[in-house]
């Protein structure tokens, strides 16, 4: 996926789309008019670069001069509409001027989900349903998410004669609705109840990276983006001093819509995400450890925003 020219041909490429004595990163398959965003690290003349944010509308990007060195990881993070997170590890940044390095981002992610209608009337809750498919895919295509449903399936278990026990969920019953109701192991499996834990309007994964999400009758239709969130193995972030209600991991919010690039790199490269584990589909691609509050040369910052996000400015 990823390539650095070398040679004869880096220099001549390099001549021609930088021209002024900096290194450049190119988007090999050209995602415009979308833009695109990088975080880059290296070592300059005054010392260690560590996730230094650039957005671009063209083919190239200039990122001024790089050279590796021993306190940086050499490595760019890229971001663009409709398209996974890519990661190139041990980028070859040298001390020759216009180094180039070629970005090729994978197909958008698609991912099969089924939701199980358990508490009726099968018919609005299967609108409900919807709603919140439409809803969190319009905030992850807004949010460079790169994943998409493909099939999102609605099953009706309301006739179902074990759904009566389910009504009142918690995650004490996860195995029986599974066995009872039903569940395919490829996929997150959505169980559509009556109330969880105690409340008709709240959802739970029951734990984080899962293959599950069960959700009361009368859930805001943004919930379903935050419990998707723990599935791809984020945390909550109440009460931290750089986020608020408008972002998908706030606990108890009406307004979630965005998602920083700290939290997408995780969602993606997280070993316990279920793009990882449910889906394998990132088979072959590089695999990070990021705890929630982490903020090293593997892992960005959670609040890392190439964009900014309503009122919280880029960093």
């Known amino acids: 996926m990823w390539k650095v020219l070398a040679g004869k041909a880096a220099v001549v490429a390099a001549a021609v789309l930088c021209a002024c004595k900096a290194d450049c990163v190119r988007i090999a398959n050209d995602t415009r008019p979308n833009e695109w965003g990088i975080l880059v690290d290296g070592t300059r003349s005054t010392g260690p670069v560590s996730d230094a944010r650039y957005t671009s ?12 060195g021993p306190a940086s990881n050499e490595e760019v993070i890229a971001f663009t509409n409709r398209r996974p997170v890519a990661l190139a590890q041990n980028v070859p940044w040298t001390s020759a001027d216009d180094d180039v390095v070629d970005v090729a981002f994978a197909d958008e992610i698609r991912i099969p989900v089924t939701v199980w209608i358990v508490k009726g009337p099968f ?11 439409v809803t969190t895919s319009s905030i ?29 969920f918690d995650c004490s019953l996860r195995t029986g ?48 983006v935050h419990e998707f969130g723990h599935d791809f193995d984020l945390e909550h972030v109440d009460g931290q001093a750089t986020f608020d209600d408008t972002n998908i991991m706030d606990s108890a919010s009406s307004m979630r819509q965005f998602i920083t690039e700290g939290q997408l790199f995780r969602m993606h490269l997280d070993a316990n995400s279920a793009l990882n584990t449910t889906y394998a589909a990132r088979a072959g691609l590089p695999i990070r450890s990021c705890v929630h509050g982490a903020d090293s040369n593997d892992c960005p910052a959670l609040d890392t925003r190439i964009w900014a996000d309503g009122t919280w400015p880029a960093n």
């Open 57 to 68: 509308t063209g083919e190239v990007r200039r990122v001024g001069k790089l050279d590796a």
């Open 177 to 224: 609705i599974q066995n009872d109701i039903g569940f395919k192991a490829d996929r997150i499996n959505v169980y559509w109840v009556d109330t969880v834990d105690g409340g008709a309007d709240r959802g739970q994964a029951c734990t984080f990276g899962s293959n599950f999400v069960a959700m009361g009758r009368a859930a805001n239709d943004e919930l379903l």
């Open 140 to 168: 992850w295509n807004a949010e460079r998410m790169g994943v998409g449903f493909a099939p999102f399936e609605i099953v009706d278990a309301t006739a179902d004669p074990d759904a009566p026990t389910y009504y009142a």
């Open 123 to 133: 018919d609005a809750q299967r609108l409900l349903a919807i709603d919140h498919c």
